[in-house]
């Protein structure tokens, strides 16, 4: 119990101290207008009430990495929590808030298009056509992982008594290796990110989310009794390889893991509520504070999924008979019962689907910047729109653990970046704080990614080389990628662009 409470305090110490001390630099005026302010339209740029942007926020990171991500994790056992909670606090929550910080003192630019400000504009054109990728696998991810779940509580056999003999065999019947039900789920959660990518963000996606918010409280809540009653016993620490040997902690947890402690993703995601929020003053709550709430969640679903098993081998027994959808499902029944379970698997269906549909939000946004289309006009929305849907369905055809693999590499390879860019925010504004705010987080991202293409397996599509080799090269190129930066910081520096000039 000690370890979950001691992650617990951390986190919340983490946001009112190491956030508050983040925030510093950035300066926030509440007397400056924000873009939703100077900059309205009514679809995309469109003041919100602040309680209603956190939620949003929120829910737009927290799909289902801090979910899948900590139970797969926590295959390696409690040590899982390290990289939770102080991933969070020194790593994702200051990514996602310099992301948000940036892009309101950039009249609420997109993620590319801050890269291409401070790191030029190469960067510019190739994180963006990155991002567009990344956004399209996010949005795959994010069908078919609800979609999975859904079957799991409402199986063909229930709609069947519904309509009758033929019905079920039917919805069970298989297309491309999956049954028909699971393809119907999943055409009904791309209709509905059809309508939130193109309606304007206060018509549907302001309205809903905060319903969507009860059921993500009635999940965590649920859970977090059963671990302070006792009902879910919280495994001892240990920095042990608890997974396969084959398989050690260094670097494939922090993929593993992802969004339960830092995402490219966010990146993303900040920006749009960027241009929604009304004050400045509350850039801590809205950015930092969510990936905070976010890795809560992550440590709730490391703990019950190591306590629930008895530990790591129970565990790797369930995922080996299921998947992390069905550690999901027997975990909330489980522990809640059938009504609280079916409520708190509601509560996990919603986080993937509440980023999902802000993922090809944010592809037709990045889309529309590249290209100079305005979005006020809906023709313009659908001609970025469509294309985007149409390359998710076609990736739905590939096996969802290889979409999986690829999206978690992509999304640590964007925090990189953007830790990076955020380098340089930081560094025109204070000529100390940036080196460990951003850039040791940019050199310690930029060398696990690295790593995890040179030494994961050849099976994987990555080199499959010594990890003790992969490891040294990684490190020596993240270095190099630190000193790189020194250099460019000093020379921009000595043409009074930095660190006196703030943007």
């Given amino acids: ?132 990728l990344l956004m399209v696998l996010v949005g795959t991810v994010f069908v078919k992982g609800p979609a999975a779940l859904i079957v799991k509580i409402v199986p063909p ?3 069947g008594e519904l309509f009758g003999d033929g019905a079920t065999a039917w919805l069970s019947s298989s297309f491309s290796g999956q049954p028909m039900w699971l393809w119907l789920v999943m055409a009904c959660i791309f209709a509905y990110y059809v309508v939130a990518t193109l309606l304007p963000v206060d018509k549907l996606i302001g309205r809903i989310y905060p319903v969507f918010a009860v059921a993500l409280l009635v999940m965590v809540g649920g859970l977090t009794i059963a671990i302070f009653s006792g009902q879910i016993q919280v495994p001892e620490f240990t920095l042990a390889n608890l997974h396969p040997k084959e398989l050690p902690a260094w670097p494939l947890i922090f993929i593993t893991v992802s969004c339960g402690a830092i995402s490219g993703f966010h990146g993303t995601q900040s920006p749009m509520m960027a241009r929604c929020l009304k004050n400045e003053k509350h850039m ?51 522990t809640m019962g059938q009504f609280g379970g079916f409520l708190a698997i509601l509560g996990v269906v919603v986080l993937p689907i509440t980023s999902g549909d802000t993922a090809f939000r944010v592809a037709r946004l990045i889309a529309a910047d590249y290209l100079k289309l305005p979005q006020k006009r809906i023709r313009n929305r659908y001609l970025i729109a469509l294309p985007l849907f149409a390359s998710s369905m076609a990736l739905n055809f590939i096996p969802f653990k290889i979409i999986w693999r690829y999206f978690g590499w992509a999304n640590q390879t964007l925090a990189a970046v953007t830790l990076w860019a955020a380098a340089v925010f930081l560094a025109r504004r204070s000529p100390k704080a940036w080196w460990l705010m951003a ?24 080199l499959g080389l010594d990890p003790t080799l992969g490891t040294l090269i990684g490190v020596a190129l993240g270095a ?24």
């Fill in 284 to 334: 801590r709550l809205v950015f930092y504070g969510a990936m905070i709430g976010e890795a809560f969640i992550a440590l709730v679903w490391a703990t019950a999924a190591q306590g629930y098993y008895g530990g790591v081998a129970g565990l790797a027994e369930a995922l080996n008979e299921g998947n992390a959808a069905t550690v999901v499902h027997t975990i909330c029944t489980g």
């Fill in 439 to 462: 850039a040791l987080p940019a050199t310690f991202m930029t060398t696990m990614t690295i790593t995890y293409i040179l030494v994961e397996s050849r099976a994987n599509g990555c």
């Fill in 157 to 159: 056999e229930t709609v």
């Fill in 1 to 132: 119990m000690w370890i979950f409470l001691t992650g617990l305090i951390l986190l919340v110490a983490g946001y009112f101290f190491y956030g508050k001390w983040v925030t510093r630099p950035v300066h926030p005026d509440p007397h400056r207008a924000t873009p939703a302010q100077t900059m309205a339209d009514g679809v995309d740029f469109v003041a919100m009430p602040t309680w209603r942007v956190y939620l949003v926020q929120l829910l737009n990171i927290a799909g289902l990495g801090p979910v899948f991500g900590p139970i797969m994790g926590a295959l390696w056992g409690p040590q899982v929590f390290l990289w939770v909670v102080f991933g969070a606090i020194f790593g994702g929550a200051v990514h996602d808030f310099l992301s948000g910080a940036m892009s309101i003192r950039n009249k609420g630019a997109g993620l590319p298009d801050l890269i291409g400000h401070y790191l030029g504009r190469i960067p510019r054109h190739l994180a963006t056509f990155f991002i567009l």
């Fill in 480 to 503: 190099m990628s630190l000193m790189g930066f020194v250099l460019y910081r000093r020379k921009m520096a000595s043409k009074s662009d930095l660190p006196q000039k703030r943007v």
